[in-house]
Structures are given as C-alpha cells and as structure tokens.
T-cell receptor
Framework: KQEVTQIPAALSVPEGENLVLNCSFT??????LQWFRQDPGKGLTSLLL?????REQTSGRLNASLDKSSGRSTLYIAASQPGDSATYLC??????????FGAGTRLFVKA | EAQVTQNPRYLITVTGKKLTVTCSQN?????MSWYRQDPGLGLRQIYY???????DKGDVPEGYKVSRKEKRNFPLILESPSPNQTSLYFC?????????????????FGPGTRLTVL
C-alpha cells in the first residue's frame, strides 16, 4: 500500500532563507507527483506537477524534483518570504487512479 | 472562470440526519474525487470517479456514498452521519479519466466544506 511521508512536520525559518521540504513515497509506480499549498482554513492551490517521466519542475522561486527510484521528491523554495507561510502538501497519483497525500509540512517564515 | 464549487461551505447537523454535499466543476473534467482532511492526518481520499457512472472507493469510503450521473456533478452523500465524520471535505477534479487513461493534468480543488456532526 502506498504511503506518503513529509518531513519535517513543521519548519520555522527567517525571511530570505532558502529551504527544502521533503516528500517520500513507498511505491515508485506513480503517474505523477503534485505539490500543493494550503493556507489556514482555505482550499488547496496547486504549485507544481511533476510527471513520472520528469525529474523536476520550476515555477518562479519554487523548484520541485522527483526521484522515483528512491521514492523521493523535494520542494525547494528560494529566498523565502513571510507570504510563503502556509502548509505544503505533496500527493502522488497511483496506478490505481487513487491519490495519496502526505500529512504536510507547516512552514512559518519570520519577517 | 474555471472552478470547482462546493455547497454548503459550512454545515452543522445532528447524528443520523441524512445530508448531501454538492460538488460541481465547469471544466469538462472526467475525473472527480472527494477527500476529507483531519488534523495530523492530511487529506484522505473517500471516493473517486473516472467518468459518468464510474466510481470507486478511496481509502476511507465507509459511511459515504457518491453518484456520478452527470459529468459536471459529483455529490457526496452521508446517509446517517456520525460525529466521527466531522471533518473538512474537499472536492477535486482533473482532466484525465477513463477515456484518456492518463493523468497528466493537475487536480483542481474546491474551497472545502466544513462539516460538524453533533
């Protein structure tokens, strides 16, 4: 059974710092992996989608990588800002057309 | 505007009183799905649908029903709600599905429905 783990569960950094969020999954048979952002009490906003055949995707200050063989993805945030404070979730689409989410990393960027 | 809508956004009900949470998308997506989010557990998939009249169970389907009679709508039905179904519910849709057999598109999420069962 596919399991998705995100480490750390919470992270507090000063403004301007570069940071890495981690996501690991147990079964490499995935269609794609997606990173989301969730603000308190709000819905999910898609950040980056990496297809199973891709190694990375970039959008602005965000870069996501995927290593299927090791069951890992990282989300790199450059020059963090207070507005980046949110919970970041990763999710994998499995071969059975199910979606499995990690529990998320709660990020706080201090001004 | 492309979007996924859910109604109601907030609902307080009592144990055993049947309720339906509606979900609608205007993007002609084949794939639709329901999730619940609980503190410390992340999002867990309840049911998903690959196409009209095609649905399947996610990881936590007990106590829920769904139907997909039209492509745009995917209601979540709680026949006899219980307090352990108190949660934040999200509906999502994506372009891929049964016809294409691929899932290369992002999932778009609705704003969420906060349900409290007393």
């Amino acid at each position: 059974k596919q399991e998705v783990t995100q480490i750390p569960a919470a992270l507090s950094v000063p403004e301007g710092e570069n940071l890495v969020l981690n996501c690991s999954f147990t079964d490499s048979a995935i269609y794609n992996l997606q990173w989301f952002r969730q603000d308190p009490g709000k819905g999910l906003t898609s950040l980056l989608l990496i297809q199973s055949s891709q190694r990375e995707q970039t959008s602005g200050r965000l870069n996501a990588s995927l290593d299927k063989s090791s069951g890992r993805s990282t989300l790199y945030i450059a020059a963090s800002q207070p507005g980046d404070s949110a919970t970041y979730l990763c999710a994998v689409w499995t071969g059975g057309f199910k979606t499995i989410f990690g529990a998320g990393t709660r990020l706080f960027v201090k001004a | 505007e492309a979007q996924v809508t859910q109604n109601p956004r907030y609902l307080i009900t009592v144990t055993g009183k049947k309720l339906t949470v509606t979900c609608s998308q205007n993007m002609n997506h084949e794939y639709m799905s329901w999730y619940r989010q609980d503190p410390g557990l992340g999002l867990r998939q309840i049911y998903y649908s690959m196409n009209v009249e095609v649905t399947d169970k996610g990881d936590v389907p007990e106590g829920y029903k769904v139907s997909r009679k039209e492509k745009r709508n995917f209601p979540l039905i709680l026949e006899s709600p219980s307090p352990n179904q108190t949660s934040l519910y999200f509906c999502a849709s994506s372009l891929g599905g049964q016809t294409s057999g691929v899932f290369t598109d992002t999932q778009y999420f609705g704003p969420g429905t906060r349900l409290t069962v007393l």
